[in-house]
Structures are given as structure tokens and as C-alpha cells.
């Protein structure tokens, strides 16, 4: 029987999914990053068995979190309201400590919901600002809904007026950095920890701190599978790969090649990583340098911004490399992106299309054409959030 079959022996639907998370325990998690680091990643391994799901290289797993008590303890005293009263959540009784830890998004604060808390304080003012999508995304940016009730203060509101705003609590997506042909009964997560002082106190991202501070070995989340099948490997092992993946964008290339190597794939594989600083994060370090070492890995190009005056990323690598990448390219390589949408995957994006101009005698829109292509033929797969 195959690790995958072993997961999932019932032919019926799994018991487990997006509506009924399963309560996988945490097997193990370290620090990736070395002493003196600027970045708090996580390595991460659930248990998966007696779940009966199952994963391919390439998915992701939601993850969901609990709210952290200091965040409820303050969304408590900035609201007045006394936790430990008995409330009701999809029929269900619960002391609103538990409901406000398990059940409300007390971070995020965006239109929607900044227009009902207005409506709902009748604040004429507010209402107006909360028209204009920029004053909103300006004024979201940092703040939690303890930074919202304290300037706009919600006398005379009860639990359910709350509940009827707040967004439910929503799970996390992460990007499995393991195979489970290698690791038959888990999954493997690469977490950055999201944290920063705005409006006068410390944040903290809701799921990743959640998972790298709250979630102890031992102890269970709910979990379930996102499967995403626009980043998926080839099927022929003897085609090349290409994979640019700074930061956390590495875990889905930990899960590629250990994937590769179990199932005895022959194509080259090239690795792309870039962080801060090469001696304190250079992810999954030694993994890499023995799979150079025994043949399955066959380039890795470095990218450490800040080990020199010029910050260097990994699309400058790609620059650098472009005859060689091309060449790997016209040979049918897929290639994959994974990490910051923001600007590193847009950045990588432009690199390629150069690399098509330039190395395949292209005029740029015919390159943006090729590279889009490759993206129709599911040759180039981004994961990128
Ligand atoms: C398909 C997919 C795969 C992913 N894979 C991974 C992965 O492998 N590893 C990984 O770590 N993450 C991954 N993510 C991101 C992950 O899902 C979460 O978004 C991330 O962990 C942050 O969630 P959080 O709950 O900790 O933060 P939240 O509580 O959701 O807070 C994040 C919000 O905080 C605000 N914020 C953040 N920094 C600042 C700042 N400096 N100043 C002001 N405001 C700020 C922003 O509004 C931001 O949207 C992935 C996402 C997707 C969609």
C-alpha cells in the first residue's frame, strides 16, 4: 500500500475537511534562523494520522488559529465587556473569552466591517471616511480592533452587537514543504512569524504566532488540505525545473525535490533562494548542501540582500544566470515562483519575460506572450501570496 493509500483507506468522502477541520497534533517546530537574525521562521510537522486525508507536493494546508490571549484580554478591557459571561455561537454556549479567542477575527480591519462599526455607533463622520476605499486602507494599516473601539469607543454595546460585525476567525493557508512520500503520516510547514509595534503596542499575525507561539508540541489545531493544481510538478520526472522560492517562499521546493528524489525523478533541479543574511537564513541549509552533495539538487544560486552595500535579490541572480536559464527554459523546464506577491514575484515575473526578450530574440510583447503561454501549460506555476 502506497503512503497516500495508507492515509486514506475508506473509499467514502474524508471525515475531514474545510467544514470539519482535523485536529492534528504538532509533532515538532524549531527556529530556522540562526542567533542574531532579524526573521522568525519556523519549521513546522503535523501528524496527519487516523485523518485519512491526504496531499501532493505543491498544496497547501490551512491552518486554524486561535486568537492570543493578550489580544483577547485587551479587546476585553478596551470594550468593558466582562469575558467570562455566558454567550451562544451557532447554538453553542461558550464564555465570550472562549468565543472572542475561537470565533472573531479581532485583526483585520477593512470597509466592510469598518462601515457596520460605524453604522452601529452612528458615528456620521466615520461613515463618510468609510467611503473612501484609500482613507480606509490608510487607516487599517496597523491597526486591530482594540486600535478601532479605543479612538471610537463603543459605550452601550453588548457581546452581540460585536458578533454581528466581527469577521468570523478564518484559517491561514501555508505551503506544504514536505512530500509525503518521504514523510508518510505528515506535513511540513515553513512559518514566518509576523510581528510589529504599531498604535502603541505590540502585533502580532493572528495564525502565524499562533502556530509558532501558542500551538505546542503535543497539542492539536484544525487543520485541512487547499489542493492547487496550477503548482504541481511534471508528470514525466526527466524534465527539468526551476524554482525561485526566497524566504518562505522555499517550502514548496523542500517538498518538490524530496517528491523528486522518491519517486526517482531524473531531471535537473535548479534552486533559487534569497533572504536577509546568508550565516542567520539560509533556510533549510544543510538539506540543501547534501542534496548537491548526492546529485539531487544541481544549482542553487544564493541571494543574501544584505551581506553587501547593494542589496542583490534573487531576480538579479536570474539576470546574471540568464543564458544558462534560458537554456534550461528552451529545453522545457517548468519553472515555479513561491513567496512575496507584492514585489518579489512581480520582479521575478518581469526578469523572465527579459530573459525571453533577450536570450530567445523575442520582441517584448512576444516574450510576455511566451512566458504567458508557459502559464496556459502550466510550465511556470506561481505560489505566491
Ligand atoms: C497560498 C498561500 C500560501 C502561503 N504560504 C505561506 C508559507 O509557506 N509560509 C508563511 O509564513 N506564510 C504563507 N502564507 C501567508 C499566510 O497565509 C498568512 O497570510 C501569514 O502567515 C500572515 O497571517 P497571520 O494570521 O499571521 O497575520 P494576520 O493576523 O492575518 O495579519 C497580517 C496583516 O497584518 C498587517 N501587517 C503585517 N505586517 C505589518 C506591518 N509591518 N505594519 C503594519 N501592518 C502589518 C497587514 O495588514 C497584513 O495583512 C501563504 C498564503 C497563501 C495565500
Known amino acids: 500500500m502506497s503512503d497516500t493509500e495508507a492515509l486514506s483507506q475508506s473509499d467514502s468522502e474524508p471525515a475531514y475537511g474545510k467544514s470539519n477541520p482535523f485536529p492534528a497534533p504538532l509533532l515538532k517546530k ?13 519549521h513546522a510537522e503535523i501528524s496527519l494520522v487516523g485523518s485519512e486525508l491526504s496531499y501532493e507536493a505543491g498544496d497547501s494546508l490551512a491552518v486554524v488559529p486561535e486568537n492570543a490571549p493578550d489580544l483577547v484580554a485587551d479587546f476585553l478591557q478596551a470594550t468593558g465587556l466582562d469575558g467570562t459571561q455566558s454567550v451562544t455561537i451557532d447554538e453553542r454556549s461558550m464564555t465570550l473569552q472562549q468565543a472572542l479567542r475561537d470565533k472573531f477575527d479581532l485583526r483585520i480591519v477593512t470597509k466592510v466591517v469598518l462601515t457596520k ?28 480592533w482594540v486600535d478601532v473601539v479605543k479612538e471610537f469607543p463603543g459605550e452601550g454595546l453588548v457581546a452581540e452587537d460585536y458578533f454581528s460585525f466581527l469577521r468570523p476567525l478564518a484559517a491561514r493557508l501555508y505551503s506544504i514543504a514536505s512530500s509525503l512520500k518521504a514523510h508518510p503520516g ?10 510589529y509595534e504599531a498604535f502603541g503596542r505590540a502585533k502580532k499575525g493572528v495564525c502565524s504566532t499562533f502556530i509558532t507561539d501558542m500551538w505546542d508540541e503535543g497539542g492539536t489545531a484544525g487543520v485541512y488540505f487547499h ?12 524534465v527539468p525545473i526551476i524554482m525561485v522560492g526566497p524566504g518562505t517562499g522555499i517550502a514548496p521546493f523542500r517538498a518538490f525535490i524530496e517528491e523528486r528524489i522518491a519517486t526517482g525523478a531524473s531531471g535537473k533541479n535548479w534552486l533559487f533562494f534569497g533572504d536577509q543574511h546568508e550565516a542567520t537564513d539560509y533556510l533549510y541549509q544543510s538539506e540543501w548542501d547534501s542534496y548537491l552533495a548526492q546529485g539531487h539538487l544541481h544549482r542553487v544560486d544564493l541571494a543574501f540582500s544584505r551581506d553587501q552595500e547593494n542589496k542583490i535579490y534573487v531576480q538579479d541572480r536570474m539576470r546574471e544566470n540568464a543564458a544558462e536559464l534560458w537554456s534550461w527554459i528552451s529545453d522545457g523546464a517548468y519553472f515555479y515562483v513561491c513567496g512575496d506577491a507584492s514585489r518579489m514575484a512581480q520582479d521575478v515575473h518581469q526578469a523572465l519575460i527579459d530573459i525571453a526578450a533577450e536570450y530567445g530574440g523575442m520582441e517584448e510583447s512576444d516574450a510576455a506572450a511566451y512566458v504567458k503561454q508557459m502559464q496556459k501549460e502550466k510550465r511556470y506555476g506561481r505560489d505566491v501570496y
Open 117 to 144: 462599526y460605524a453604522k452601529l455607533r452612528g458615528n456620521d463622520e466615520l461613515l463618510e471616511n468609510c467611503g473612501d476605499r484609500e482613507w480606509v486602507k490608510e487607516y487599517a494599516w496597523g491597526r486591530d
Open 186 to 195: 505528515e506535513v511540513h510547514l515553513t512559518v514566518g512569524a509576523v510581528r
Open 30 to 42: 524549531y527556529n530556522l534562523n540562526g542567533e542574531g537574525s532579524a526573521k522568525e521562521t519556523f
Open 227 to 238: 489542493h492547487n493544481k496550477n503548482f504541481k510538478l511534471p508528470k514525466d520526472g526527466s
